[in-house]
């Protein structure tokens, strides 16, 4: 029903910034969340950051004060805004969708985001 499809991530150095699209098409009901997970190797997936329809947001503690999770509705289209990046921040970032409606889930591919100097 809903399709998600991420990209931005790429190769930074410890204290820069990224930004993360998650584009989503598809039918969309009003009460949703979207949140960002990541999954570094050897870890569970774990959540970085959400959104909900009425403009709650949420972080873990890790990225809080330098992950933004936002989102522009005209382009049907969810942010994650990840600046002061660390090397612990290394991981596959994936975005996801509720609806709480039917607990229906979608789950992006994915995108690589890697910091190293």
């Known amino acids: 029903q809903v399709q998600l499809v991420e990209s931005g991530g790429g190769l930074v150095q410890p204290g820069g910034s990224l930004r993360l699209s998650c584009a989503a098409s598809?039918?969309?009901?009003?009460?949703?969340?979207m949140g960002w997970y990541r999954q570094a190797p050897g870890k569970q997936r774990e959540l970085v950051a959400a959104?909900?329809?009425?403009?709650?947001?949420n972080y873990a503690d890790s990225v809080k004060g330098r992950f933004t999770i936002s989102r522009d509705n005209a382009k049907n289209t969810v942010y994650l805004q990840m600046n002061s990046l660390k090397p612990e921040d290394t991981a596959v970032y994936y975005c996801n969708l509720v609806q709480l409606a039917t607990n229906y889930q979608s789950w992006g591919q994915g995108t690589q985001v890697t910091v190293s100097s």
């Open positions: 598809g039918s969309i009901f009003s009460i949703y969340i």
């Open positions: 959104i909900t329809s009425g403009g709650s947001t």
